[in-house]
């Protein structure tokens, strides 16, 4: 047996059984990156020495009892998550050389119950895209074929997951950063509803879209780990005080009785066709298992992707104007003015992507025309939220594609922004109306590349999602990816 | 405009790539053009529901992270953050 091939729940157990240590677990693990990584090229910092001296730890907390279930898991962080002492670039110029002096409030909480951290993940540059291409050290391949993008931007945190590089990984979400790329890389990623999770020390994006969460080889595993990450924060006011539940306490419970919700506008033209069947397939499955299918519709679908780059963007313009060569971040030789080290800085540090969101946002923000563009963006917002709400009147869970094509050829689209941008249409909608979503494997294309189906949640309702993920990942058989 | 728009942005380009990011922003924002077609206006009463402010932090005086850590990201003199003159 592979011991990297296991999931959380079996790899605590061994921990727990002592059938293996937390130290020679982190070294298994640690070999395989070695061995693989190189090619796949999912982590940016491999960060060793850390891991070994975490996994020690572990080790005298699983001997004197006070181990949780995450105790010495190997997990994986993307590299927009502030971690204290370790470099996080966020994949760009700009923090090439930024090690944060303290740590995000999640990774407070997963080093409290001292999980091993193998290292910082690729990602598109600061978040903006879903190839994991825009990464400026590190542009990862998809395990099922290299050739072909991991998808994004969480692209090194799926990947890692996927090739058994890690046991699981935290990704954040702006427009489906978790969601797409566990899509294209055949493993499961949830995220969570606006608020459940701090954002403190996530680098912002669009700070009212951003949701960190997990990817990981189950429904389960990815409870597990909401489980630890979430709960109020003093530090970030727009986290929920909600009381957090036990996400996984429904699972087994079936979906009997449960109403499914299609929209039948994430099955129309524009959704490849081998998708839309195997998430009809599922639909059927669930069927079989006891739930209703409900027809619904979402006629504001056909303004998602430009409502959802104009918030996004008109937010990342305002967050990233912090760059600005002096406090932290890259810093140019040239400029003998203020004025003239911003701009030199900014122009030097950001890469093409970041820059064109900059533009944008700015566009859309800049007088005569944010009435245009940014007021009517948060008008469209609030529209596609009163249709979901009103699905949600009628069902438990929404059933969709994650993707509308498979995982692509690293050299098509990412040359044309609009067509990347049109990529987002099936996962957008959810960030726009601040929903919990899951997205796991549902089936493989004539290619073997790995199809996923998004199950949408209402308000701050995850351990439903995670049910009903995890109902159909009993009766799936996933395919590993041949590395 | 995109020149305004890079002016906004603190960012500056060639002259070669202002071209090619010109024709990139057009094709960006006819994609977005998309949202005129429909006539609706934004309510802000509707909003603001995810600020959670009835569990404000107390105003207390707390440590504050030290300055060595502050400017560790950044070039150091004195304990102060270094910028080009800007009073002649």
């Known amino acids: 047996m592979d011991i990297t091939t296991l999931g959380l729940q079996q790899t605590s157990e061994l921990l727990k059984k002592k059938e293996i240590s937390s130290v020679e677990l982190t070294q298994e693990y640690l070999k395989r990156i070695d061995e693989k990584d190189g090619e796949l090229k999912s982590y940016i910092t491999v960060t060793k020495d850390k891991a070994i001296e975490q996994a020690k730890i572990a080790q005298e907390k699983i001997d004197n009892g006070s181990a949780t279930v995450l105790t010495g898991i190997p997990m994986a962080i993307k590299d927009n998550i502030c971690t204290e002492n370790v470099l996080t670039t966020c994949a760009s110029k700009m923090l090439e050389n930024f090690i944060p002096p303290y740590n995000a409030t999640v990774m407070e909480k997963l080093d409290a119950q001292n999980i091993v951290m193998l290292g910082k993940t690729s990602m598109d540059e600061f978040a903006m895209g879903g190839s994991t291409q825009t990464s400026a050290f590190a542009k990862t391949s998809n395990p099922y074929n290299k050739n072909c993008v991991p998808g994004g931007s969480s692209g090194g945190s799926a990947t890692a997951v996927s090739a058994d590089l890690c046991v699981a990984s935290l990704g954040s979400d702006t427009g489906g950063s978790i969601r797409q790329p566990a899509a294209f890389c055949g493993v499961t990623g949830i995220k969570p509803t606006y608020g459940r999770v701090s954002r403190y020390g996530l680098v912002a994006f669009a700070s009212s879209l951003d949701q960190i969460g997990p990817i990981a080889k189950s429904a389960a595993d990815c409870g597990t780990i909401l489980n630890a990450i979430c709960g109020s924060d003093p530090h970030d006011q727009t986290c929920s005080l909600n009381p957090v539940p036990d996400f996984n306490a429904l699972i087994g419970k079936g979906v009997k009785g449960l109403k499914i919700a299609l929209p039948k506008e994430f099955f129309d033209k524009g959704i490849d066709d081998e998708i839309k069947q195997s998430v009809m397939n599922a639909a059927k499955e669930y069927e079989k298992m006891g739930a209703e299918l409900v027809e619904c519709s979402m006629p504001s679908l056909k303004f998602a992707v430009p409502d959802y780059y104009l918030l996004a963007c008109a937010e990342a313009a305002s967050n990233l104007s912090r760059y600005d060569g002096i406090k932290y971040g890259h810093r140019s030789k040239e400029g003998d003015s203020y004025a003239e080290l911003v701009i030199n800085s900014r122009s030097e540090g950001f890469g093409d992507e970041v820059k064109r969101r900059i533009l944008l946002g700015n566009y859309a923000l800049s007088s005569g025309y944010y009435d245009a563009y940014y007021a009517k963006a948060l008008a469209i917002r609030q529209r596609i939220r009163q249709e979901y709400a009103k699905i949600f009147e009628n069902c438990d869970v929404i059933l969709t594609p994650t993707t509308p094509t498979v995982a692509y050829g690293k050299n098509e689209k990412i040359t044309d922004p609009v067509a990347m941008y049109q990529e987002d249409i099936c996962t957008v909608t959810v960030n726009i109306a601040s929903l919990p979503a899951i997205s796991t494997p549902c089936g493989y294309n004539k290619d073997n590349m790995p199809i996923g189906m998004s199950l949408v949640g209402k308000p701050f309702d995850e351990q439903t999602i995670i049910s009903v993920a995890d109902a159909f990942e009993q009766n799936f058989k996933s395919v590993k990816p041949v590395l | ?88």
């Open chain 2, 1 to 88: 405009m995109v020149k305004y728009l890079a002016q906004l942005s603190k960012l500056k380009f060639s002259e070669k790539e202002l071209e090619e990011v010109a024709k990139q922003m057009t094709g960006i924002i006819s994609l977005m053009d998309k949202v005129k077609e429909i006539d609706i206006s934004y309510d802000p009463l509707l909003d603001n529901k995810n600020i959670y402010l009835n569990d404000l932090r107390k105003d207390e005086k707390k440590e504050s992270m030290p300055t060595e850590k502050i400017l560790s990201n950044a070039v150091n003199s004195n304990n102060c953050f270094v910028v080009p003159k800007v009073v002649e």
